[in-house]
């Protein structure tokens, strides 16, 4: 980490429409911790746009590279320009998106008891490299379509859109996967499970790939238990057998569409929190978008902000404060007397938090 004194520094970015009306009270709640950080708030978005003429001033980026972790709103896109630095510019390789029932967590399930799976997300690459186009750009490459027994941009008038694995990519967030599934079972007793997701029997080549690296990477770490399915059959068991799930690794894309099915189970995204990790650097964001069909009206859930702040604390070494602040949120739901509509309460983000301050 950037600061090595016993203080912390963290940037702070609230997001766009409904998010900072999570972002706000969760750092109100750690402040109540009493917990050696600093807060830094550069203008990014609007913000920067008013003070900087642009959305991601260099101030902003300095802040950044300066700080220990970033705590991040969702964004409506204002603020990407720094999400793109956060994750690309820091290289945070590995988003991890925790999904866990606890008694209160209106999960559709009749029995969700005992759900508690972590989705690990290759960051990188696979079509979030944003390389797309017109079909007829292929033209000159003449790709043959392997099902259709064509060139590609013979199939009509289209677009394309790239998919990367690399070597280097699917071991590190292997092997963070791994390594998480030695630390979860060391903390649960339980043997460590690292279950792989891909569409190897369509994709051969690139998912093919992946499942192959993720293999071999595997195998350097004989106490965990490595197994693979088909994306397709991963979902549906994730859904009717969330149960037997440790953690999932997964390419970028499959990633960010099964985490949402795995909050789904536990009792929805305003449950998720993420964390997205780095070899030096990690910022935190809930899993959601930034909700702008609820601005305004102090309905949001800030569970998964508060459990993503949570897990800041963690990655910055306040784990007794970490754990204090997802013991008052649970708190909370045990009673259910201020929850928040998602889960089937009547009560504001505001009454929501309050509650957890007064069970710290």
Request: hydrophobic letters at 40%.
């Amino acid at each position: 980490m950037a600061n090595t004194s016993n203080s912390k520094k963290v940037v702070l970015i609230p997001g766009e429409d409904a998010a900072p009306e999570a972002f706000h009270p969760t750092v109100a709640l750690i402040d109540r911790l009493d917990v050696p950080i600093e807060w830094d708030v550069p203008p990014v978005g609007e913000a920067g746009i008013a003070q900087h003429g642009h959305p991601f001033p260099q101030m902003a980026q300095d802040a950044i590279d300066r700080a220990d972790a970033t705590l991040f709103g969702s964004t409506n896109g204002a603020s990407m320009g720094a999400m793109r630095h956060l994750r690309w510019g820091k290289k945070t390789y590995a988003n991890v998106r925790p999904a866990r029932w606890f008694p209160g967590c209106n999960s559709p399930l009749k029995n969700p008891q005992g759900i508690d799976l972590v989705i690990v997300r290759e960051n990188m690459e696979d079509t979030y490299v944003g390389v797309e186009g017109d079909l007829a750009d292929l033209a000159p490459i003449n790709f043959v379509s392997r099902l259709h027994r064509k060139p590609v941009q013979e199939m009509g008038k289209g677009k394309y859109a790239l998919k990367v694995i690399t070597e280097a990519c699917t071991q590190q967030i292997t092997a963070f996967a791994c390594e998480l599934a030695l630390k979860r079972a060391a903390a649960s007793g339980k043997r460590p499970h690292v279950t792989s997701g891909t569409k190897h029997n369509i994709s051969p080549i690139a998912d093919g790939y992946f499942l192959e690296v993720a293999r071999e990477t595997a195998k350097k770490y004989p106490d965990v238990h490595f197994d693979s399915l088909l994306a397709d059959d991963l979902v549906h068991k994730l859904i009717i057998n969330p149960h037997a799930f440790d953690v999932i690794v997964l390419p970028n894309l499959y990633g960010d569409l099964f985490s949402d099915a795995a909050g789904g189970v536990i009792g929805g995204l305003g449950l998720c929190p993420s964390g997205c990790y780095g070899k030096d650097y990690a910022y935190f964001e809930s899993a959601h978008g930034s909700a702008p069909d609820i601005m305004g009206k102090n309905i949001i859930n800030p569970t998964a902000t508060i459990f993503s702040a949570a897990m800041m604390l963690e990655y910055l070494g306040f784990n007794e404060k970490a754990a204090r602040l997802v013991k008052a949120v649970e708190k909370v739901y045990a009673e259910g007397r201020h929850l928040t509509p998602d889960q089937g309460g009547k009560a504001s983000t505001t009454e929501f938090c309050d509650a957890v301050a007064r069970a710290l």
